[in-house]
């Protein structure tokens, strides 16, 4: 069955340091992987996705994932983190397999220390 | 602007009386799709709609209902609500249910159902 997990419910990182939130993915056939970032009291905001070709993929606010096929991982990572990065952070997938929906991971709450 | 909007943002109501919120989209999308989001949990499917008078059932669709019946619009009836219905929903749409497409998320609304 197609799962994604993410390790962590809580990332804490000091303001300037770089960061990564972990996802790890489950699927029977070629994934297709997305994040997602929810802001306090808003909706959910597409971050990047990772469809074919250079396994690092580069998305809105300087943030950045690499897609690792044998880790079957898609780690979210910024260079050097900002205070308002603070969010909930989602990982999805989707394949043939999971009739074309998403399915979603638990979040991880980032927390960026001033 | 492009938007997804639901409506109430806030509901409180009582176990028993029947509730919509409404969801309209002005990008022409043809997916739309239903979410509720508990902590932990993630997000879950509630229900999803193809296109025009196409709807079927997510992962959690019990005591649920939806429509479509025009492309711009996707309202979520819950005909009598629960309280393991309080949560917080969201609507989001998407130009096709198609393996590579991101989701476009309104602002959510948050239910609780004494």
């Known amino acids: 069955a197609q799962s994604v997990a993410q390790p962590e419910d809580q990332v804490n990182v000091a303001e300037g340091n770089p960061l990564t939130v972990k996802c790890t993915y489950s699927v029977s056939g070629n994934p297709y992987l997305f994040w997602y970032v929810q802001y306090p009291n808003r909706g959910l905001q597409f971050l990047l996705k990772y469809i074919t070709g250079d396994n690092l993929v580069k998305g809105s606010y300087g943030f950045e994932a690499e897609f690792n096929k044998s880790q079957t991982s898609f780690h979210l990572k910024k260079p050097s983190a900002l205070v308002s990065d603070s969010a909930l952070y989602f990982c999805?997938?989707?394949?043939?397999?999971?009739?074309?929906?998403?399915?979603w991971g638990a979040g991880t709450k980032l927390i960026i220390k001033p | 602007e492009a938007q997804v909007t639901q409506n109430p943002r806030y509901l409180i109501t009582v176990t028993g009386k029947k509730l919509t919120v409404t969801c309209s989209q002005n990008m022409n999308h043809e997916y739309m799709s239903w979410y509720r989001q508990d902590p932990g949990l993630g997000l879950r499917q509630i229900y999803y709609?193809?296109?025009?008078?196409?709807?079927d059932k997510g992962d959690v669709p019990e005591g649920y209902k939806v429509s479509r019946k025009e492309k711009r619009n996707f309202p979520l009836i819950l005909e009598s609500p629960s309280p393991n219905q309080t949560s917080l929903y969201f609507c989001?749409?998407?130009?096709?249910?198609?393996?590579?497409?991101?989701?476009?998320f309104g602002p959510g609304t948050r239910l609780t159902v004494l």
């Open positions: 989001a749409s998407s130009w096709q249910q198609g393996l590579t497409n991101e989701q476009f």
């Open positions: 999805a997938v989707r394949d043939k397999g999971s009739n074309y929906q998403l399915i």
């Open positions: 709609s193809m296109n025009v008078e196409v709807t």
